[in-house]
Each structure stands twice: as structure tokens, then as C-alpha cells.
């Protein structure tokens, strides 16, 4: 009975799909050039013959124009059909802020990222996301937990569509030292890194740890047709988007100061690919420390080593009421 319960919610949402493409004045070919599908993929999903993931549901409205509020019905139908078909294609955590974040990522025109602890989720193997995931929580399920990884990969889709926004990825060298399952695991992870900063739209540019600290990492997505936002992630209790110009600017004025003080693309991709081999070969014993400072070396006219930037920004930030404590008297979020 479930899967035929499960075909008749798939179908249902496929026909309130394809009304939506039909309002948008999409053709079928049109809407699947635009979320980069196969066509075949677009129909099977319109006549509810394939389950739909909920990113997938994203994708469609988002390339339909629907607006973040309108898009959440469809969210919750392709939740129920999942419930009702008894196993879970999408990461059941879905909902809510990080919902709110697959939607924004999906329309925004360009994306800065800043992650200091971990090699950001739109840039991880499904191996490293395994073993994060089951760091956080030991007990998740299995099917949750594939679930879980899916969700992941499926986002990461969004760097290499037809049309893909510009992302640009600072990420500080502690998250590529902090080993995150086996070394095996750190040894594709770090390989994949360098192949995905070969991407036209994507920028990866390491922060020397020399360079100091920037507090906790963010998420800035700006687009053509509205104001920034910036999302903040918290692993438990889910993330935070902010629209408040204040505080959006506050962190809009951290990215020169981490484009100043990051090794370029060159450089991040050699140091990135230098720790591979390190992980590979079992030991990583000196090689970020001996990296950093050979690049520092060729940095400091820029006023990285002995004082300069990396003692001044802790100052401004505090200024900013970003660091040491948080937000004070955030901003309520925008769709929590």
C-alpha cells in the first residue's frame, strides 16, 4: 500500500509541478536547460513516475521563479510522499533554516564563502561527509544517514550546472589540517579540493593559519535582483539567515580583508595538493607548517608577518559585535 500511496502524492505534486512551469511560461526544454535535467528526468518527475528529491523540488521552483514562501508547499508535499513511501531520499533535517539555505544558494548569483573549521559541505567527498556526520551523531540511523549524504552531493550539484553562479571559498588552513575520518579519507578529500578549484566559477583560497583567525564562518550570496544575505551555520541547532544590512555589511567588509591576507588560487591549489600527498603517504608531520611559511615568506610585503592585518581585524570585528559572544540581539531570521 505505501507505494501506491507514494504514486499518487508523486503524482500529484508532479501535476502541481508542471502548473507551476505552465504560469511561468516555461516550456519543458526550457525549464530543463535551465536546472540543467535531462529532459526525460523533467517529464518522469512532472507525471510523478520517479520520486522527487526535495532539492530537486527546490531546483524546479527556483527556475520557475517562485518566491521562497511559495516554494514551501511543494517542499512539504515532497515530505509527506517520502514519509508515506517509507524511506527517506532527502535528508529528513530539511526544513526550516537549511531549507531557506538550499533555496538561496540555488538563486543566488554569487556566493562567498568562509569556513574555518571544515572543509565547506558544497566541496565535500561523500567519505568525508560520512565521517563528519557520524561524528556529530554516532547514533544516526543508516537510511538517515544516507539520506544525510545525498542531501550533500545533491547540493554540490549547483557548482557545475550549464549556467552556474561564481563561488568563491576562503577556507582557513586549520579545517584542511583537522583530520576527519582516516587519512585515506583526507587524501581524496583534499584531491578533490584541487579538481574543484579547477572549476571556472569556483574560487578555493586558503587562509595560512599565520594570518590569524576570523571568528566563525559564513555564507554571503548576493543576487542581481535583491538585497545580500548572509547565512550562519550552527551544527546543532540549525542556521540563521540575516538580511538586516548592518549586520550582512559587517561581514560584507571580511572579504577583502580575507582576500588580502589568502594565499591566490596557485598557491591554495599547491598546498592543497602538497597535503594530499601527505595524507597519502600516512603522515602530514610539518608539511601546512612548512608550506605556510615558504608562501608567507613570499607574502610579506603585504603586512602579514609581524604585526599588520592578521593583529588588526580581531579589533574591527569586535567592533562589529561578531566575535567573542555572537550577535547581539540578532535579527530575527527571515523565514524561521
Known sequence: MGNVYASAAYRELGDRLRRVRENAGLSSTELARKVDWHITKLSR??????????????????????????AKPYVEMVKRAERKQGFYLSDGRIGGSLQS??????????????????????????????????????????ERLAAAIRTRMERRRLLDRSNPAR????????????????????????LQLVLMAALDNVTVRIVPRQAGEFGDGFHLMEFVQHRPIVYLDNLR?????????????????LVPMLADVA???????????????????????GVTDLLAEEQLQQRRGNGLRGGGL???????????????????????????
Not at 46 to 68: F, N
Not at 237 to 253: H, P, Q
Open 263 to 285: 594565499l591566490n588560487e596557485g598557491q591554495s591549489r599547491e598546498f592543497a595538493a602538497e597535503l594530499a600527498y601527505a595524507y597519502d603517504r600516512g603522515s602530514q608531520r
Open 237 to 253: 541547532f540549525g542556521g540563521l539567515v540575516l538580511e538586516d544590512t548592518d549586520y550582512v555589511n559587517s561581514y560584507r567588509e
Open 167 to 190: 563561488f568563491t571559498f576562503y577556507i582557513h588552513e586549520q579545517a584542511l589540517q583537522l583530520r576527519v575520518g582516516i587519512e585515506e579519507v583526507m587524501h581524496e578529500q583534499l
Open 310 to 336: 592578521a593583529e588588526e581585524q580581531p579589533e574591527q570585528r569586535r567592533g562589529n559585535q561578531l566575535r567573542g559572544g555572537g550577535l547581539v540581539e540578532p535579527p530575527s531570521p527571515i523565514y524561521e
Open 101 to 142: 539555505l538550499i533555496y538561496h544558494e540555488s538563486a543566488a548569483d554569487r556566493s562567498i564563502i568562509y569556513e574555518p573549521h571544515l572543509i565547506h559541505g558544497l566541496l565535500q567527498t561523500p567519505e568525508y561527509a560520512r565521517a563528519r556526520i557520524l561524528a556529530i551523531n554516532p547514533n544516526i540511523a543508516g
Open 45 to 70: 518527475i512532472e507525471h510523478g513516475w520517479r520520486p522527487s528529491s526535495t532539492i530537486d523540488v527546490i531546483l524546479y521552483v527556483v527556475c520557475c521563479g517562485l518566491s521562497m514562501t511559495a
